[in-house]
């Protein structure tokens, strides 16, 4: 069976501080992967998107990037983090346009 | 551009039936779905619609009209566990989901 992992879940870092998200699946091969934020009471904002190794589609600008080293690893990272970084983290993959499986997720405050 | 509209917030009593309206406005359209999530939570997937009609699935089911553009999530039997955020998300080509706020659903003895 497939399953998501995510970590760390929980992180607390200083304004200006760096950022590494790690997200592993298992199970599948080729899935497509998406990092998602979902700040207090709104909706998942969709961050950055991969279909294949190395390929990364970036949906907002901001000062955050994604990495997709290995086929099942996936990568959210910052160089310098803002307060308004702060939020709830979200990998999740699917085949095709179907369901989204998401991991625990990794709940960041800049402070 | 692109919008997703749910209600912020719902209260129903154990026992009952609910619906949690959705309406949207997409540039494209390649599928709705209806998550869970409890707080602190990651969602989880409960349904999904890509023609006009009712899809059932145990003590939920989810309707849509792509017509209106309109879409809803109902819940039988309610239970405290039921007690969630539940998102509308919609598939706007591609690889692009994208969700509502989420409408927190309380049910009450």
């Known amino acids: 069976s497939q399953t998501i992992h995510q970590w760390p879940a929980t992180l607390v870092q200083p304004v200006g501080s760096p950022l590494s998200l790690e997200c592993t699946v298992e199970g599948t091969s080729n899935p497509n992967l998406y990092w998602y934020r979902q700040a207090a009471g709104r909706g998942l904002q969709l961050l950055f998107y991969s279909v294949g190794i190395g390929q990364i589609s970036s949906e907002v600008p901001q000062n955050l990037s994604a990495s997709r080293p290995q086929d099942r690893q996936f990568i959210l990272s910052s160089k310098k983090l803002l307060l308004s970084d702060s939020g709830f983290y979200l990998c999740a993959w699917n085949v095709d346009t179907g369901e989204l499986f998401f991991g625990e997720g990794s709940r960041l405050t800049v402070l | 551009g692109q919008n997703i509209d749910q209600p912020t917030e719902m209260t129903a009593t154990e026992g009952a039936i609910v619906q949690i309206n959705c309406t949207y406005q997409t540039s494209g359209f390649n599928g709705l779905f209806w998550y869970q999530q409890h707080a602190g939570e990651a969602p989880t997937f409960l349904s999904y619609?890509?023609?006009?009609g009712l899809e059932e699935k145990g003590r939920f089911s989810s309707f849509l009209s792509r017509s209106k553009g309109y879409s809803y999530l109902l819940l039988k039997e309610l239970q405290m566990k039921d007690s969630a955020s539940y998102l509308c998300?919609?598939?706007?080509?591609?690889?692009?989901?994208?969700f509502g706020a989420g409408t927190r659903l309380f049910v009450k003895a």
């Open positions: 619609n890509v023609l006009d």
């Open positions: 998300a919609v598939n706007t080509g591609g690889f692009k989901t994208i």
